[in-house]
């Protein structure tokens, strides 16, 4: 079968994709990932052919930025993570303001520039199933014009279909005068020019592609499909530092690449005041920290490592502990390899993924804003103290490793297509 993936140009969140698109080829599939033109070196890297649609990037970047803006934290502007984080806030206008905004600032940027070309490239190359990032509407009115079978594939805590369920919840509550649909309008605006009417699974897909394992899931009523997550880090070198197991325990520390290190200021965190938190203490601290933030630091405590990037995938098994800023990836590969997490999430689904995690017994959480030295130290003497972390840990790992693996899944894949495919 034929199969297109469709992706925002976000590094992060392609990641998520390779390792099934790579199994559906190598069980002699024919895979295409359609994403727009600047990103097409981004997923040749990855040995995946691309299919560049759209005349430019418009409004999202090839490293992706969750905002980060300080406007999405005043009351009035929703955000889709609120639903989990702050239910308190959710009533009908609050739901209504944050629909009409996302479409506007985020579902239109990521979509409009891919839409037309990616409907003009399924109609040639009449894909039999479409796997989309799930901002990349641009995926599902596609597979509908052409009768293909479409899933969503997850990169995190399904927010989206948990927000969608209470959006129209709340919906059939108004009076029919006050009953908009920013979502859902705007998508039937593009799905009507080619001739398709809408319906509800170009929202949230005929089935969902989820690698996260139980304990960490958030989820909507969606028909919901597990798949074990597998580390992608795209080009990556392991130094020859990580061949060895280390001498003393080893704790990592790494703040991302992304959202956190792309604020004007920096890291949130003081990465200082946590180095000198952790100097006296018998352990490696491998600290994978921005060059720009290296520079920034008075000293460097002699148990400390410092190094701009290591794959997360080579360095958490050395672990005793890791300590992170509770980005998707950093966190699943951690979780992967059963080491207990310190995490300090920000915004976005950071705090979402903490929670779960921390509920769990695999780890701890300090709010970033709230996060100092001395109680990074706090917490993570109790995670290389307390037998009870190593405990859940390898327990969360064991319930990710019972996950069906991209090979195992494509045979299902096969079937789902079958099922929905028009």
């Given at each position: 079968m034929r199969v297109l993936f469709v992706t925002e140009p976000a590094k992060t969140l392609f990641h998520f994709m390779v390792p099934l698109a790579s199994a559906l080829r190598t069980a002699g599939h024919e895979v295409a990932v359609a994403s727009q033109p600047d990103f097409a070196e981004t997923i040749t890297?990855?040995?995946?052919?691309?299919?560049?649609?759209g005349s430019r990037n418009y409004g999202r970047t090839a490293d992706f930025d969750d905002g980060g803006d300080e406007e999405e934290d005043e009351p009035g502007f929703p955000r889709p993570y609120d639903v989990v984080d702050f239910p308190e806030r959710?009533?009908?206008?609050?739901?209504?303001?944050?629909?009409?905004?996302?479409v506007e600032w985020w579902y239109k940027a990521v979509n409009v520039p891919m839409i037309h070309q990616l409907v003009v490239f399924a109609r040639q190359w009449q894909p039999d199933l479409v796997i989309w990032e799930t901002a990349a509407f641009a995926g599902s009115i596609a597979a509908k014009v052409v009768g293909a079978a479409h899933a969503r594939l997850l990169w995190s805590v399904d927010i989206f279909s948990v927000t969608r369920a209470h959006y129209l919840n709340l919906k059939e509550r108004q009076p029919p005068e006050d009953r908009g649909d920013a979502l859902a309008e705007w998508i039937t605006s593009n799905v009507n020019r080619y001739g398709v009417e809408f319906s509800e699974d170009l929202i949230t897909g005929h089935f969902t592609i989820d690698q996260l394992p139980d304990?960490?899931?958030?989820?909507?009523?969606?028909?919901?499909?597990?798949?074990?997550?597998?580390?992608?880090?795209?080009?990556a070198t392991v130094e020859n530092w990580l061949w060895t197991p280390p001498a003393r325990p080893r704790v990592g520390l790494t703040l991302g690449s992304?959202?956190?290190a792309e604020r004007p200021d920096g890291y949130i965190v003081d990465v200082q005041d946590i180095l000198t938190s952790l100097a006296d203490l018998d352990i490696e601290v491998v600290a994978t920290i921005d060059r720009a933030e290296q520079a920034k630091l008075r000293e460097v405590?002699?148990?400390?490592?410092l190094v701009h990037f290591a794959p997360v995938d080579a360095l958490a098994p050395t672990c005793t502990a890791v300590i992170h800023h509770a980005g998707i990836g950093t966190m699943a590969t951690t979780t992967l390899?059963?080491?207990?997490?310190?995490s300090l999430p920000w915004d976005s689904d950071q705090p979402a993924l903490a929670r779960k995690l921390a509920e769990y017994g695999?780890?701890?959480?300090?709010?970033?804003?709230?996060?100092?030295?001395?109680?990074v130290r706090e917490c993570l003497l109790r995670?290389?103290?307390?037998?009870?972390?190593g405990e859940r840990a390898r327990a969360l790992r064991d319930e990710m490793l019972a996950m069906p693996t991209p090979n195992e899944l494509v045979p299902h894949l096969e079937e789902l297509t079958d099922k929905y495919r028009q």
């Open positions: 890297q990855a040995g995946l052919t691309a299919v560049p649609v959710i009533t009908w206008e609050y739901m209504k303001s944050g629909y009409d905004n996302h304990p960490l899931r958030v989820i909507g009523d969606v028909h919901n499909v597990p798949l074990r997550y597998v580390p992608y880090n795209g080009t992304s959202i956190i405590p002699d148990n400390a490592r390899h059963g080491v207990p997490q310190l695999a780890g701890l959480e300090i709010h970033a804003t709230e996060a100092t030295g001395a109680g995670l290389l103290d307390e037998p009870s972390f």
